[in-house]
């Protein structure tokens, strides 16, 4: 009961065609198919699949401020860190939700990826995951020069690799910004988002389920709270550590700054994920379920003229899936990580297509 929503094009037909192959959209039924709640709570109480767990390597890039962000190298029985597949293997770019917390999806998003010959990596932002905070700010919503640095290390790190980057839930909006700022700079051969966050402002002055909400706050205090010391004299962390929503942690953390004050209009104006998106020049496929109770209604949570009218973003919409979940009974639990793995597979093919239909020479 997939729908795909895009402008046509070839590469939107070669997308049709290969998803329309794909025996992982014909899955099993999930128990409780109307309840996304309920698919959250299961989520989050859900044992660690029976297989080992990921041997991380752990990476710190300085960057040009001198902060920090901390690369994951996930590790498995097909080689060492950062080689999971061999010279030209895929780079996959992880990228989790914007409190920085890697959920039990990811990590085994990350295994089936290294199963497949993919060489998976986790970006960890400024402070988050147990990265060092070493300046005292930390990333904005929608702002990605700290990942756009990254996306340089990694290209000079595998030069020869092609790199594709998903993001889950709100770290799309990262992800989102990065390619609309970055146009055909990006680096990247494609991208994917798992229940993406399009309008991060809405979606902050929102309501939010506080299933999810209580969580991810407790989380990101329990993180910043590290920092008191190094914070003080950027923000108020009173106030910070006092926040009740994820809004007022927001606009504690890069409204009400001490140095440099700003309104929380001005702030979306620069952190919007959509603000530039007319300028991406890089296939993204977002996956997206009507049923997500922590976007909102599809309504006005989806940008649906963006699918229209852009060649390069393409919506995979499923009446049900919850947010981040969708569900089976299969190993693996989540068809929608199979569905990634199978776009990027389908976009290689087609730019492998491309390049000998138009004789083009393989980038060194």
Not at 12 to 41: D, E, K
Not at 167 to 172: F, Q, R
Not at 300 to 326: A, K, M, N
Request: charged share 20%; aromatic share 8%.
């Amino acid at each position: 009961h997939c729908r795909l929503l895009c402008k046509p094009s070839a590469l939107a037909q070669h997308l049709v065609r290969s998803l329309g192959r794909s025996a992982v959209l014909w899955g099993g039924r999930w128990p409780w198919p109307r309840w996304p709640q309920l698919q959250m709570l299961q989520q989050l109480l859900q044992p660690p699949e029976p297989e080992p767990e990921p041997v991380v390597a752990r990476e710190l890039l300085q960057l040009s401020d001198a902060g920090l962000v901390a690369l994951d190298w996930l590790v498995g029985p097909w080689g060492a860190a950062g080689g999971g597949g061999g010279v030209s293997s895929p780079v996959l770019l992880l990228i989790p939700n914007a409190a920085g917390k890697v959920t039990e999806g990811l990590l085994q998003l990350g295994l089936r990826a290294l199963e497949r010959g993919f060489i998976p990596v986790i970006f960890n932002r400024r402070g988050h995951n147990g990265c060092p905070l070493t300046t005292p700010r930390l990333q904005p919503f929608g702002d990605p020069r700290d990942l756009r640095e990254a996306v340089t290390y990694l290209r000079c790190r595998h030069p020869t690799a092609s790199l594709v980057a998903v993001s889950e839930g709100s770290g799309s909006g990262l992800l989102l910004a990065y390619l609309g700022e970055s146009g055909s700079s990006s680096r990247l051969a494609a991208a994917a988002c798992l229940s993406p966050i399009f309008r991060g402002r809405d979606w902050f002055e929102a309501a939010m389920p506080w299933l999810y909400e209580w969580p991810l706050l407790l989380h990101l205090k329990q993180g910043l709270s590290r920092y008191a010391g190094s914070l003080a004299e950027a923000v108020d962390m009173d106030k910070l550590l006092g926040s009740r929503s994820l809004r007022e942690l927001e606009e504690s953390l890069f409204c009400r700054t001490r140095s440099r004050p700003t309104s929380w209009e001005v702030y979306w104006e620069r952190n919007e994920p959509l603000r530039d998106a007319d300028e991406a020049a890089v296939p993204v496929l977002c996956l997206c379920s009507a049923d997500d109770p922590v976007r909102g209604p599809p309504a006005r949570s989806l940008p649906l003229e963006l699918f229209r009218s852009s060649p390069y973003f393409f919506l995979l919409l499923t009446p049900r899936g919850g947010h981040c979940g969708f569900p089976r009974r299969a190993p693996g639990r989540c068809w929608g990580h199979e569905a990634v793995l199978e776009y990027f597979g389908a976009m290689a093919e087609f730019l492998r297509t491309e390049e000998r239909r138009k004789g083009l020479p393989r980038p060194r």
